[in-house]
């Protein structure tokens, strides 16, 4: 069963390498969404309670995003630059990690699924 949980935040960066207006300080309001695959638990009937999946993505990765730097946490933070670092942060605490998507506007989006 694939589980997906949308995820909000805020945050800034500047992209050092880009020759264009996105080289200079700019913030996004970031949608991550988050895909688990895991069997459904019988006992259960969830392959993961959506409440559990918040708490570690929260953790691992919104609390240290939000209304952050980024530049600070990931050199030169493209978005595919951070969908990777986002994926290494989970690929631990959450298993089944399927796939990492970022929104970095409503029109333009990345898609990670691993190495």
């Known amino acids: 069963m694939r589980v997906k949980r949308v995820f909000d935040f805020e945050a800034a960066h500047r992209l050092p390498g880009h020759p264009g207006k996105c080289r200079e300080l700019h913030g996004h309001s970031y949608r991550l969404v988050v895909t688990v695959d895991r069997p459904v638990d019988p006992s259960s009937g969830m392959a993961i309670d959506f409440s559990d999946l918040k708490e570690t993505v929260g953790r691992e990765v919104v609390s240290r995003l939000d ?38 506007t409503r029109n333009c989006a990345v898609v990670y699924r691993g190495e």
């Open 67 to 104: 209304h952050r730097f980024v530049n600070e946490i990931i050199d030169n933070p493209t978005a595919e630059a951070m969908a990777a670092w986002i994926w290494n942060a989970l690929a631990g605490p959450l298993a089944g990690l399927t796939e990492v998507e970022l929104w970095e």
